[in-house]
């Protein structure tokens, strides 16, 4: 019953694939939002109802059999199936899974996911690999937002006035440049933070994801401090499949507790940021900030009594179904408003552009009841996801940004390059991961969740 369940809820949500490994990733990695998910509740009634019809037909049909297996055979034969599908995916990948039923193929995604995170290389750069060049005599943070799309900012011309602070602020502080709408790297958020972090582009196989080193160890190479604020965590915890190695560079994590509530974490942590600021002034920084952001539910991320634009869910039982959809983007929006607009005007009184170097994205966008489903990000079906799960925005935040052009078509992708160059790497090693912003892209692709595949982006 829970496999069937579990596996009918993953369907009913976009993926087409069911219950997989990379499903079973990310809801471990996401464990601790599981309240969040009474957002789905009828979702999740309604495929555990079909699962026990399901389970009670195959009993009602057991019984009614004058002949039948034993228990014994039964299981016997059980596990030589689940042992046959685990095999069959180790040869033809775990997209062979999608069509077996979800008792005889969960024994193999279990397996494929303990085996899968065992094998994950230590993504350590060799200590002999050194910048030659001079780094920027400025710190380098990185500001990875969570589920924003670039295209319902106000200053990428979106029909709402989502961002009036920022609108103004592009059009007086030179020290702010917005580079537009760019495909994110990835449609979720693990993945995306793991590319990001790896500078997983996508002029490279796939099959090399495991072998390529983090940008931690390039900047501890280059004799960075290096911190990591992550509002989404509490002590304890670890998301974005950092490995034990990766976590031995960082020199401090910061994260907050339970009790701060998503409204607040990210506000709370530009305050942890200013303070670590000021604490290494004598150190060169790289700083990996991650936003709690525009996550779903998309309710529990402003204060309601603030909202800007109405009206808003009623709560966040509220279904995904098209009858709500203004509720929802107008939800959305108020989200954005907060946690982008209002998020920056604060961040910007805090963090000084002559001493840092400051790059704003997202992990990924929102795909708001743009398909058939519910589901807003992470759909894996290879030729039907709406390119809003790929679309952010990118922002630059820094003095003298001469050498960043105001050029179309920037992509997420360039931010591992561009960090290279900024920290002293040379050219032999920064263009390996493609063009920095000092350039733009003639073709710009990313890699859908879990598949190996890619998507090109308009």
Not at 328 to 349: E, M, Q, R
Request: charged share 20%; hydrophobic share 40%; aromatic share 10%.
């Amino acid at each position: 019953f829970i496999t069937y369940a579990v596996d009918l809820f993953v369907q009913y949500m976009g993926s087409y694939r069911g219950f997989s490994t990379e499903e079973l990733t990310i809801a471990i990695s996401q464990v601790h939002l599981i309240s969040n998910m009474k957002s789905y509740l009828f979702e999740i009634i309604v495929c555990g109802l079909i699962a026990l019809i399901l389970v009670g037909i195959i009993i009602i049909m057991r019984r009614k059999v004058k002949k039948k297996f034993s228990l014994l055979w039964g299981g016997l034969f059980f596990i030589l199936a689940s042992i046959s599908v685990h095999y069959s995916s180790n040869k033809v990948n775990t997209i062979l899974l999608n069509g077996y039923p979800a008792p005889i193929k969960s024994g193999a995604i279990i397996y494929n996911y303990l085996i899968k995170e065992s094998v994950v290389e230590h993504r350590l750069l060799p200590d002999d690999i050194v910048p030659s060049n001079k780094p920027i005599d400025k710190n380098i943070i990185w500001v990875i937002d969570e589920s924003v799309t670039g295209s319902f900012l106000g200053i990428n011309n979106y029909e709402k006035q989502t961002t009036p602070f920022l609108t103004e602020e592009l059009q007086q502080n030179p020290n702010l440049r917005n580079l537009g709408v760019v495909n994110s790297i990835s449609n979720c958020s693990n993945y995306s933070n793991l590319f990001l972090r790896t500078g997983m582009t996508t002029n490279k196989e796939y099959k090399a994801l495991n072998n390529l080193p983090s940008i931690l160890s390039y900047a501890k190479n280059a004799a960075y401090k290096i911190v990591m604020l992550d509002s989404q965590i509490t002590a304890g915890e670890m998301t974005n499949f950092l490995t034990p190695e990766e976590m031995s560079l960082i020199d401090e994590l910061h994260t907050l507790d339970r009790s701060v509530i998503p409204a607040e974490r990210d506000l709370q942590m530009n305050n942890e940021l200013a303070a670590i600021l000021d604490k290494y002034q004598e150190d060169k920084l790289f700083v990996i900030y991650i936003k709690f952001g525009c996550h779903w539910p998309y309710l529990l991320n402003f204060d309601n009594s603030k909202a800007k634009f109405l009206p808003i869910q009623p709560s966040t039982f509220t279904r995904m179904v098209p009858e709500n959809k203004e509720l929802i983007i107008n939800t959305y929006c108020n989200s954005i408003y907060h946690n982008v607009d209002i998020f920056f005007k604060d961040l910007i009184s805090l963090v000084s552009p002559e001493k840092n170097y400051l790059i704003y994205t997202s992990d990924h966008g929102q795909s708001i009841l743009e398909s058939d489903t519910p589901r807003t990000h992470c759909s894996n079906s290879v030729d039907e996801i709406p390119l809003n799960e790929f679309n952010v925005p990118l922002i630059v935040y820094t003095s003298g940004q001469d050498s960043v052009k105001r050029l179309n078509n920037y992509s997420q992708i360039q931010m591992y390059p561009t960090t290279l160059k900024l920290m002293g790497y040379d050219s032999t090693i920064y263009m390996k991961y493609g063009p920095t912003l000092e350039e733009s892209m003639s073709e710009r692709q990313s890699w859908i969740t879990g598949t190996g595949k890619k998507v090109n982006f308009k």
